[in-house]
């Protein structure tokens, strides 16, 4: 038996030992509809790492560099759709097999595919919300009202980055226009956790109690090196609660597992 067959055998064989899961996945998840991740094999950056909390606020122009990127990487981004590792991670859960499903992605293909008990661990890029008063509103409206003030910044083209960011090089920044909160004037950022934020403890407490009624923990297409991803899986080790992994490539929890899957998403998660 090759090594490719036996990774399936065992895991099916892990599941159906651990038949309630604490799901956790990652950018590896979504690579097949179509949107890039951070991180190679070895779990370093791919590329400059992404927007931080304390650069956004920090300055217009670092708001207008996001806001323009965003404007072009939507145009793709907001029409993605679910793949086969997102609709196999779905039939599991209406199998009975998940006790919870924790993303550490803000696309929201899990619920597109059907999955019901999910935490968006890091938020959800098709909302956004005002720093100041806390308004709250669609990212498919505010994406008209940025093409409104630049329609300049409309045609233009880019490949497409990570969570919804495009690859716009080059481009004089200081004359992308960023509307402000239409309710007090204040910024206004996508409703996702930035590098540098706390994930929302509502969020951690609830994933917590999922993790306290799973049997074991499922980590797909994540390498682990956030944090607030990383957190739930050395809480499972230190309760013992067994852990398999599918990824391509190192995670930060390599000496934590129980089993590890080295295969694409969608054919480990298809098998099964």
Same mark, same amino acid.
Request: proline content about 5%.
């Given at each position: 038996?090759?090594?490719?067959?036996?990774?399936?055998?065992?895991?099916?064989?892990?599941?159906?030992? &651990?038949?309630?899961?604490?799901?956790?996945?990652? @950018?590896?998840?979504?690579?097949?509809?179509?949107?890039?991740?951070?991180?190679?094999?070895?779990?370093?950056?791919?590329?400059?790492?992404?927007?931080?909390?304390?650069?956004?606020?920090?300055?217009?122009l670092a708001r207008?560099?996001?806001?323009?990127?965003?404007?072009?990487?939507?145009?793709?981004?907001?029409?993605?759709?679910?793949?086969?590792? &997102?609709? $196999?991670? $779905?039939?599991?859960?209406?199998?009975? &097999?998940?006790?919870?499903?924790?993303?550490?992605?803000?696309?929201?293909? *899990?619920?597109?595919?059907?999955?019901?008990?999910?935490?968006?661990?890091?938020?959800?890029?098709?909302?956004?919300? #005002?720093?100041? #008063?806390?308004?709250?509103?669609?990212? *498919?409206?505010?994406?008209?009202?940025?093409? @409104?003030?630049?329609?300049?910044?409309?045609?233009?083209?880019?490949?497409?980055?990570?969570?919804?960011?495009?690859? =716009?090089?080059?481009?004089?920044?200081?004359?992308?226009?960023?509307?402000? #909160?239409p309710r007090c004037?204040?910024?206004?950022?996508?409703?996702?956790?930035?590098?540098?934020?706390?994930?929302?403890?509502?969020?951690?407490?609830?994933?917590?109690?999922?993790?306290?009624?799973?049997?074991?923990?499922?980590?797909?297409?994540?390498?682990?090196?956030?944090?607030?991803?990383?957190r739930f899986v050395?809480?499972?080790?230190?309760?013992?609660?067994?852990?398999?992994?599918?990824?391509?490539?190192?995670?930060?929890?390599?000496? =934590? =597992?129980?089993?590890?899957?080295?295969?694409?998403?969608?054919?480990?998660?298809? @098998?099964?």
């Amino acid at each position: 038996m090759d090594t490719a067959v036996s990774e399936l055998a065992a895991l099916r064989g892990f599941i159906d030992r &651990h038949p309630r899961l604490f799901v956790l996945t990652g @950018a590896g998840v979504s690579t097949d509809s179509g949107i890039p991740d951070y991180r190679d094999t070895e779990g370093e950056w791919k590329r400059q790492p992404p927007m931080t909390l304390q650069t956004f606020m920090g300055g217009e122009l670092a708001r207008a560099r996001y806001w323009a990127r965003s404007m072009v990487g939507w145009r793709r981004f907001g029409h993605v759709r679910p793949n086969a590792s &997102h609709l $196999a991670l $779905a039939r599991l859960e209406a199998r009975g &097999h998940v006790a919870i499903l924790v993303t550490q992605n803000v696309d929201g293909l *899990h619920e597109a595919a059907g999955s019901r008990d999910v935490v968006d661990l890091h938020g959800r890029l098709d909302a956004v919300r #005002c720093m100041n #008063c806390d308004w709250r509103g669609n990212r *498919h409206d505010w994406q008209d009202a940025l093409h @409104a003030l630049n329609p300049d910044w409309v045609a233009l083209e880019a490949s497409d980055a990570p969570d919804g960011d495009a690859d =716009l090089d080059g481009h004089d920044f200081s004359r992308f226009a960023v509307p402000p #909160c239409p309710r007090c004037g204040g910024i206004v950022k996508p409703d996702v956790v930035f590098f540098g934020e706390t994930v929302p403890r509502d969020r951690v407490d609830r994933a917590n109690a999922g993790l306290a009624n799973a049997d074991a923990v499922l980590v797909v297409g994540s390498s682990l090196m956030v944090y607030s991803g990383y957190r739930f899986v050395t809480a499972a080790s230190r309760s013992g609660i067994p852990i398999a992994a599918i990824n391509l490539g190192r995670t930060r929890a390599d000496s =934590l =597992l129980t089993l590890k899957v080295e295969q694409p998403c969608a054919v480990a998660l298809e @098998a099964l």
